[in-house]
């Protein structure tokens, strides 16, 4: 009898037991998929655009990364004290190319804050050469990228890709964070279909608006330097980036900054004003449709948020 007794009870006890068990799992997949489907906070900055130094801040609650480093380790580390962003939250630096305007403190950012470093072998290599860089970067700090393969930083999915610019090597960046789409365009000669493929994908666009052709052609630079700017490997002028964006508007898109604008041959009231017509002209309203912003040179531009 007594036997039975303790059967049933064990019998009972296993099924509680096996409900807790349940109830627990559900409790922990519940607070799992709330978890999921809150959706995180993607803040962008840019703290410097043009040829005396890029360097763009994109970060979520917990971490950053830059795109370029060509300004002060000093000021980037001020500008982005200013915004309650640590150092120590950065996951690394990506870098378009080698020129000075972009690298001037990745040797600084990696050796003096341990920030790796992340770009294709083509780049590290100019930047180990390049004179602007006076701190080497040590293996440690290194990380190489391939073109076209997505990696995972923290919050980040990136990817490079192939753009046309006379640097040692080049690449744009496709950006991904919780479902958000960040294209990097900053130095290019011309858009590309694998240019384009990114630009259609993008939610948030920087893309460059370099010169104001009228302001170029007329203005003091040498023959020689113009056609370097001008030419399918320079930089991309106003009514390039204003009838592409017109012609091929992305549906998803919802702000566009134009960035690297030239301090001799651009403004930012042009450049605005010459994109914003030629989208309006194609029925594309600003302010309605799409944000468009002109990046200022030398001032940080606001820090924009979204959710
Ligand atoms: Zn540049
Ligand atoms: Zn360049």
Redesign the pocket.
């Known amino acids: 009898m007594k036997a039975k007794y303790e059967y049933i009870f064990s019998f009972i006890e296993h099924k509680l037991r096996k409900n807790r068990l349940l109830l627990v799992t559900l409790w922990h997949f519940e607070i799992r998929k709330k978890k999921n489907e809150k959706k995180m906070k993607v803040k962008f900055m840019c703290l410097s655009s043009g040829s005396s130094g890029n360097c763009f801040y994109l970060g979520t609650e917990h971490y950053g990364i830059l795109i370029d480093a060509g300004i002060s380790l000093r000021s980037i580390r001020k500008t982005l004290k200013d915004i309650n962003v640590d150092m120590s939250t950065l996951r690394g630096v990506f870098v ?2 080698d ?1 000075a ?2 690298i001037k403190s990745v040797g600084n950012i990696g050796e003096k804050c341990n920030i790796p470093i992340y770009s294709t072998k083509l780049v590290h290599q100019g930047i180990r050469k390049s004179y602007c860089v006076t701190q080497e970067l040590s293996a440690i700090n290194i990380r190489y990228i391939e073109k076209d393969k997505t990696i995972d930083v923290e919050d980040f999915h990136i990817t490079a890709f192939e753009v046309p ?3 040692t090597d ?1 690449v744009g960046y496709h950006i991904q964070i919780d479902g958000k789409i960040f294209c990097f365009l ?2 290019l000669g011309e858009i590309t279909p694998t240019v384009q493929k990114h630009i259609e994908q993008a939610n948030y666009l920087i893309i460059e608006a370099n010169y104001d052709r009228d302001m170029l052609m007329s203005g003091k630079y040498p023959m020689h330097l113009k056609q370097r700017i001008y030419g399918d490997h320079g ?1 991309l002028c106003n009514d390039a980036t204003g009838d592409f964006l017109a012609n091929h508007f992305p549906k998803d898109l919802r702000y566009i900054w134009l960035c690297h604008l030239s301090k001799d041959n651009n403004q930012p009231n042009i450049a605005y004003h010459t994109v914003k017509q030629k989208l309006e002209e194609k029925g594309i309203i600003v302010d309605k449709d799409v944000q468009l912003f002109a990046l200022q040179r030398t001032i940080p531009s606001k820090l924009f948020t979204f959710e």
């Open positions: 378009t190319h020129h305007d972009h610019h006379d640097g080049n900053t130095d930089h």
